[in-house]
């Protein structure tokens, strides 16, 4: 078990450009879930997935987030024409649903400045 | 819908001295309710979680918190403060099992400092 692992750790980048983020969550956790953090707040929603399949993406913030979890272990966020305002620190949590003491584990996050 | 307010941003105290961070939730479901714990360059830690069971819940730490309903409150306490509780403190309210376990609206969070 080396815990959830997000990558980059950090990302600076221009304004209008895209960036994607990875998380690798706990080997053989069913349930991948996004969050965002912003200076001050506390984590806020925006997606998750059961295996390969996105239960809901309602909470994204804009048609520029999308989220993949193609073979339903990593999975990426991706923001397209970023915005100053996107600047946060991006978050990932996994868990095994339904598991005896059910427990998210969250990864370091992404921290996300847009210049 | 449910929301979280923790009622103040920053928390104070000596070392030995009791802790109490205080948390306060709407929930128009019966909810689940967390801690968690977020030092510096680290992934945010669950400290310990109601699940309608026991109201008065144990955690790591020497951290428990006490569910009560009439109160919509579900404050946290460690009776004495080590200086490595050092930390920023969140709670959180999820819908009660179901799909929308693990979606979870977390309060703005406690920053609680510890003095020698």
């Known amino acids: 078990d080396t815990g959830v692992s997000q990558n980059p750790r950090h990302k600076i980048t221009k304004r209008g450009q895209n960036v994607t983020f990875r998380c690798d969550p706990i080997s053989e956790h069913n349930r991948l879930y996004w969050y965002r953090q912003t200076l001050g707040q506390g984590p806020e929603f925006l997606t998750y997935?059961?295996?390969?399949?996105?239960?809901?993406k309602s909470r994204l913030l804009s048609d520029r987030f999308s989220a993949e979890r193609p073979k339903g272990s990593f999975s990426t966020l991706e923001i397209q024409r970023t915005e100053q305002g996107d600047s946060a620190m991006y978050l990932c949590?996994?868990?095994?649903?339904?598991?005896?003491?059910?427990?998210?584990?969250f990864g370091s996050g992404t921290q996300l400045s847009v210049l | 819908a449910q929301s979280v307010t923790q009622l103040g941003s920053h928390v104070s105290v000596s070392e030995g001295a009791l802790v109490l961070l205080r948390c306060n939730y709407s929930s128009s479901v019966p909810p689940y309710l967390f801690w968690y714990v977020q030092y510096p360059n680290q992934g945010l830690q669950l400290l310990l979680k109601y699940t309608s069971a026991a109201t008065l819940v144990k955690g790591i730490n020497g951290f428990e918190a006490e569910f009560k309903k009439s109160e919509t409150s579900f404050h946290l306490t460690k009776p004495s403060a080590h200086m490595s509780d050092a930390a920023e403190y969140f709670c959180a309210v999820s819908p009660a099992g179901g799909t929308s376990y693990g979606k979870l609206t977390f309060g703005q969070g406690t920053i609680l400092t510890v003095h020698p």
């Open positions: 949590a996994s868990t095994i649903r339904g598991a005896d003491n059910e427990k998210l584990f």
């Open positions: 997935f059961q295996n390969e399949a996105q239960l809901e």
